[in-house]
């Protein structure tokens, strides 16, 4: 039942995506799993570029891993976090893969549509999308100001221009050890070479 | 002199040149109330899994696609509306009553959809010709299972896909509750609704004879198909196979 859902649901959202069939038609009969924190799953092509969920006993010609701690970063769509994705065998079909998975986009207002006609579906889907903008802007607001009461009231978090000297400041001392310490051996050198004036034989 | 070879009928054993005929007269028996009965007996679940065939099919528009043993045809309408006008989906089934059933609904239906009456050990299309071939519930009945594989991969294009939609072996734990369904509850539901508690306890029995998902993976691949592959449906009470002809 899960297996029929999750195909079906897969397939409808390309189906709206009209431009990932001819991306992953080349792959057709390939299959890449995918493990992402607690998910197993694989994904087999199909040869009119769409997907399903692969059988029981599947070998897949790739595998892509996201490891948990990439998750925030992925979600606050940090580009560098996504050179951190793990990516075995057939690289060409898990690259073109991950990028249909990741520019898929759902259409909802075309499902809801279907339901309650296209104005209605348009006004729910305007509100749903000022509603999310306005959830959005309110927890930046909110993180900004917890972030400037930690900084400035009751400080438990370090302030960007303090971490930057502090780390001047470190690279200054790290510097200054490492031309004493020069100065040292450099010193240790010379007396070792100096003939001792109370042993002129040695 | 020429021995005759035996094979299975349900749990009894017939001669090989039996079994066609036994296996006719059943679904001839049935064939008016088959798809009620499907309905019955699967509680709805039947279209669903035909469904999920069609959609890991991967058939495309223009597609050629031989439905086997299509009998009502569900298949084949399912597959007609993906093929759309360029494409072709023919319909086969070796028992004419299954098949008239499934003809006049195709026409009911305004599609073009040809019915055939052939059997499958024997198909009378050229190799390398379709892109998709399905047999949904049929395998079972057919009397020589690897010659009717065989005849499924020749007529397949290469790249072509074959899908095997049948009743295989259940998840363990559920065997003894499927048991009491198959045995007792599914011949009486046949009484009741069909008037033909034989036939169903046929179709109980020959559920039972049929390759579990590993043996037919195997058949498959024995008949000459690549990257077989299935699906345990409901728990196994269903497995689509689905193998490629490269």
Known sequence: ????????????????????????????????????????????????????????????????????????????????????????GDTHLATALAKVLSHVRWDYEDDLSKLTGDVSAHKIGEFSRNTASTVKDTAINLAEMLSEYWQEEKPLLAKKRHVEQFNTEVDTLRADVERMEKRLNKLANKLSTTPDPNNPVS | MTTEHNTHFGFKTVAESEKAKKVADVFHSVASKYDLMNDVMSAGMHRGWKRFAVSVSG??????????????????????????????????????????????????????????????????????????????????????????????????????????????????PLSKAYDVYSFKLLPLMGKLLAKDAESYQYLAESIRMHPDQETLKQMMIDAGL???????????????????KT
């Open chain 1, 1 to 88: 039942m899960l297996k029929q859902l999750s195909t079906h649901i897969i397939q409808h959202l390309l189906a709206q995506n009209e431009w990932a069939a001819p991306m992953l038609q080349p792959f057709a009969s390939k299959s890449v799993q995918l493990n992402f924190v607690l998910l197993k799953t694989s994904l087999i092509i199909l040869e009119n570029g769409s997907l399903a969920l692969a059988g029981e006993t599947n070998v897949p010609d790739a595998s892509i891993t996201i490891p948990p701690s990439l998750l925030l970063r992925l979600m606050a769509k940090d580009e560098t976090a996504k050179l951190q994705i793990k990516v075995d």
């Open chain 2, 59 to 172: 058939v495309d528009r223009g597609d050629k696609v031989l439905d086997i043993a299509g009998g009502s045809g569900d298949l084949s309408k399912l597959f007609a509306q993906k093929v759309g006008a360029e494409g072709q989906v023919i319909l086969t089934d070796i028992n004419a009553s299954m098949l008239g059933v499934g003809r006049d609904r195709m026409l009911d239906a305004g599609l073009n959809v040809p019915a055939l009456q052939c059997d499958a050990e024997r198909l009378p299309f050229p190799d390398n010709y379709f892109d998709c071939v399905i047999v949904a519930f049929g395998l079972r009945n057919m009397t020589h299972k690897d010659r009717a594989l065989a005849e499924m991969q020749r007529v397949l294009k290469v790249g072509g896909r074959l899908l095997v939609l049948e009743f295989s072996k259940v998840w363990q």
């Open chain 2, 226 to 244: 690549s990257k077989v592959d299935y699906y345990n449906l409901s728990a196994g009470v269903v497995a689509l196979h689905k193998g490629y």
